[in-house]
């Protein structure tokens, strides 16, 4: 099935034929569903902290970067922003000549509301003579959507969203990633350094390297800190083969191999790489001005403080089962811990003779640990916060998508539908163990959680495999704990209608 050529060309992206091999078997077995206990909810696996819990974790946070551990802010940044963008484009090719739909009609009306105003206004006195008031005076829309689109524009239709103008400030617009930079700042600095990570596109790190670097001087004056900024690309040995609707593997015009991007799973290998104690993880476009940071800032340092806690009781614990002086009290102390507190049961634990039920302890309190905050669900569409059971037998929790629950199951349909939280994708994670070692992260992946989409390629109707979603089933076996968090947390950008919302004005 596979000619040499094709060997040459997996070898080139670091892909042995074995794991060509697996994919392509995956596509003809597909996964499997999860298997479900329950939605997540407030006291059933979701922590609500009353207000003097949460002034204890965030002093608890306070208290851990005063030690001067190495903490980093990691934003997934690689996506272009074209999918923001899609109804303008729908525009430009449509056989009308003014705003006909809601969509286009609100665009135009509040134009000068966008913080991309004045550089787009720049663009059509340069390209066409005339600013973005005379064009629609003269009833030429579609000329001012192609300056904020094409090449000769601002390419807004080809650049990532992190180097887009989201929000206007006295001193000027400012772009996502500044405004990650702002929050790296604001919760995530231990003894005056900033640490920041951006997975980038290839085509786009250039881009970024220079936008970095002509803004990181004023905000390490304004903060008073020193930032480390650094970047990484998405690995071509993460990107995963392409097949036929027969499970052949799909083929170009002129016969390769086709490779598609194997979804933010394949961050986990970035994720991996990061030297630190403790990492940030928060998408591009979920950013606010600075007027409304503070309910952000505030529930970062305390989903942080609640993580550095009951890491803190899990070393103590680990140490102790190293001295193998413990008693039988103390063992139920550690169970009540795993069970109550990281939300892990095994039903027949109380079978377990002493020794097995150490090592099954050992196992559960030695892995990476992480602390999502959760919003209250109001319809976005994405995964939620569930208990599930793991191919060990044990119940835990998981952030699931869509995808992964079987929708012919009523009951699991329900969970899903009546769901009381959804996840923003704010977490924050400890990739140390007890002994100061680095976990490897990817043996911490459920491999069997991946999922297949249809896609097409030139018309061609083809099969997509993603890897194990990043904080899906890539940190399956982690030890996960969930913390409602504000809804004024969770603001992220999926069009660029989204900016006119009073969050990002």
């Known amino acids: 099935m596979l000619s040499q050529e094709d060997l040459r060309q997996i070898a080139s992206k670091g892909i042995s034929e074995e794991q060509i091999a697996v994919q392509l078997d995956e596509f003809k077995t597909g996964f499997p569903f999860l298997k479900l206990e329950a939605a997540a909810a407030i006291g059933k ?10 002034d204890k974790f ?3 946070w306070d208290e851990y970067k005063a030690e001067g551990k190495k903490i980093v802010k990691f934003v997934p940044a690689s996506g272009a922003a074209s999918r923001m963008f899609k109804d303008m484009f729908s525009f430009l090719s449509a056989d009308y000549e003014v705003p006909t739909t809601d969509f286009e009609k609100k665009y135009f009306d509040n134009i000068h509301h966008f913080a991309f105003f004045d550089e787009l206004n720049a663009k059509c006195v340069a390209n066409c003579g005339k600013g973005i008031d005379d064009l629609m005076a003269e009833g030429s829309y579609k000329a001012v959507v192609a300056n904020m689109l094409e090449a000769s524009g601002l390419n807004y239709g080809q650049l990532p969203k992190g180097l887009l103008l989201f929000h206007n400030y006295e001193q000027g617009p400012r772009t996502p990633m500044e405004e990650h930079l702002v929050e790296g700042a604001l919760y995530a600095a231990s003894k005056g350094e900033a640490n920041v990570h951006f997975t980038v596109s290839h085509e786009h790190m250039a881009l970024f390297e220079q936008k970095v670097e002509s803004k990181l001087k004023d905000y390490a004056g304004k903060y008073g800190i020193k930032y480390n900024i650094s970047f990484s690309e998405q690995k071509p040995s993460t990107d995963t083969i392409a097949a036929n609707p027969d499970n052949t593997p799909f083929r170009t015009e002129d016969g390769k191999l086709l490779f598609r991007p194997g979804g933010h799973g394949a961050l986990i290998e970035n994720l991996n790489e990061i030297d630190a104690d403790v990492i940030f993880i928060k998408n591009i476009d979920n950013v606010v001005p600075d007027r409304l940071k503070g309910d952000t800032v505030t529930y970062k340092q305390l989903i942080a403080g609640v993580l550095v806690s009951l890491q803190k009781k899990a070393f103590e614990y680990l140490q102790l089962l190293d001295t193998g002086k413990y008693d039988h009290d103390q063992l139920e102390e550690i169970i009540r811990f795993v069970q109550r507190d990281l939300c892990c049961r095994k039903e027949d634990i109380k079978l377990l003779e002493d020794a097995e039920l150490v090592i099954y302890l050992r196992k559960k309190l030695n892995r990476p640990m992480r602390v999502c905050g959760v919003v209250k669900n109001v319809g976005e569409p994405g995964g939620g916060p569930f208990l599930t059971y793991n191919q060990d037998g044990t119940v835990s929790l998981q952030i699931l998508e869509s995808s992964q629950i079987d929708k012919s199951n009523k009951e699991y349909q329900k969970m899903f539908t009546e769901g009381t939280h959804f996840n923003p994708v704010d977490l924050v994670c400890a990739v140390k163990d007890y002994k ?11 491999k069997s959680t991946g999922f297949i989409s249809s896609k097409s390629k030139n018309g061609k109707e083809l099969k997509a495999l993603e890897l194990p979603g990043l904080w899906n089933g890539a940190m399956s076996d982690w030890n996960t704990v969930f913390v409602e968090v504000p809804l004024s947390t969770f603001n ?6 989204d900016l006119l919302r009073e969050q990002h004005q």
């Open 45 to 54: 696996g979701i922590i609500a902290p009353e207000e003097s819990e949460r």
């Open 58 to 60: 965030i002093a608890a």
């Open 436 to 446: 100061g070692n680095h976990f490897n992260l990817p043996e911490f992946v459920d």
């Open 492 to 497: 992220p950008v999926k069009t660029v209608n």
